[in-house]
């Protein structure tokens, strides 16, 4: 499977998310335009940067010119972070890690876990935003785990049925409606924890400080 990192506009991420998840195969790093900003503090060169480019600073563009692929894209019905999956799914990637999807404006990490959910049926998008780790799942789903580890669980309506095993507080084809009820801080019980979800997608958030040190993923 093809996976990649789109690094968005938001709070810069550790260059320790990144180096990580490359030795996770995800071996292509895309810009979303003024992602290309935390890039060169990072010391990351993008194998892309696309966007409108109204973002990037003008010495970042210029440095990038000789050594990254620049897409510009002027289309304002979507936003740089879905030109880059669009993108990303043309080229044949299957899974996309984002970063710096979160920052200073609520509107815009709400409109980015959006797009997980848009998007969720072409290619499987992840986030890890300062030390959380979302994953996005509508089937049965196995976590390696340890038990004491944290995991939070969110749906979004009530057609979504939740059941789980290994985990303390459990869920019997519970509904978890946001803005009704939550299971935020559960707790794993042992190495293993299954999840079933039917009808909707739910959201799993992970200590990714935990689940890096002892290789969950």
């Given at each position: 499977m093809k996976k990649c990192i789109i690094i968005a506009n938001g709070r810069s991420p550790s260059k320790n998310v990144?180096?990580?998840?490359?030795?996770?195969?995800?071996?292509?790093?895309?810009?979303?335009?003024?992602?290309?900003?935390?890039?060169?503090?990072?010391?990351?060169?993008?194998?892309f940067i696309i966007g409108d480019l109204d973002s990037i600073k003008p010495e970042v563009l210029k440095f990038y010119s000789d050594k990254s692929t620049i897409i510009k894209i002027k289309r304002q019905n979507d936003t740089d972070v879905e030109k880059c999956l669009k993108f990303a799914i043309r080229r044949g990637f299957s899974e996309a890690l984002l970063l710096g999807v979160t920052g200073d404006r609520l509107d815009h990490t709400i409109c980015n876990l959006g797009i997980v959910l848009k998007f969720y049926?072409?290619?499987?998008?992840?986030?890890v935003a300062e030390n959380s780790y979302l994953i996005p799942t509508d089937e049965t789903l196995f976590l390696k785990s340890i038990s004491g580890e944290t995991i939070s669980i969110y749906a979004f309506d009530k057609k979504t049925k939740i059941t789980s095993e290994g985990l303390k507080y459990p869920l019997r084809n519970s509904t978890l409606a946001f803005g009704e009820k939550e299971s935020t801080s559960n707790v794993a019980l042992s190495n293993s924890v299954k999840i079933v979800v039917k009808g909707g997608i739910i959201f799993i958030i992970r200590d990714f400080k935990f689940i890096k040190k002892n290789d969950l993923i």
């Open positions: 990144v180096r990580f998840f490359k030795k996770k195969n995800y071996s292509t790093i895309i810009c979303a335009d003024g992602g290309a900003n935390s890039a060169v503090k990072l010391g990351l060169v993008p194998d049926n072409q290619i499987k998008c992840s986030i």
